[in-house]
Nanobody
């Protein structure tokens, strides 16, 4: 049974940084797609970034380019999201996700089958 467990959320001031982690079990991050999504109160869940950790191939939503970095550790079977220059509008619950097919496609919620429980990120101005 695939399990994704996020950690690392918290509260920071604008301009600060956080690192989120997603530990996967029964799903190899080395050659399969992994992604981060987020959902703010009253808004739809939106894709943030995706990665094939084995190749290092990444993709980012425009609103995080240059500020967030997705990476993976194959030995730990874990994916990370380093978030810098955080803004109040980054406040959301952040979710780790993976597709059953293992293939990255458009960062839409419907394309991903496995989800973590989410971790709260709060950025104050």
């Amino acid at each position: 049974q695939v399990q994704l467990v996020e950690s690392g959320g918290g509260s920071v001031q604008a301009g600060g940084s956080l690192r989120l982690s997603c530990a996967a079990s029964a799903y190899s991050v080395s050659w399969n797609c992994m992604a981060w999504f987020r959902q703010a109160p009253g808004k739809e869940r939106e894709g943030v970034a995706s990665i094939y950790a084995g190749s290092g191939s990444t993709s980012y939503a425009d609103f995080v380019k240059g500020r967030f970095t997705i990476s993976g550790d194959n030995d730990k079977n874990t994916v990370y999201l380093d978030m810098n220059v955080l803004k109040p509008e980054d406040t959301a619950i952040y979710y780790c996700a993976a597709p059953r097919s293992g293939v990255c496609s458009t960062l839409r919620r419907a394309n991903f089958d496995y989800w973590g429980q989410g971790t709260q990120v709060t950025v104050s101005s």
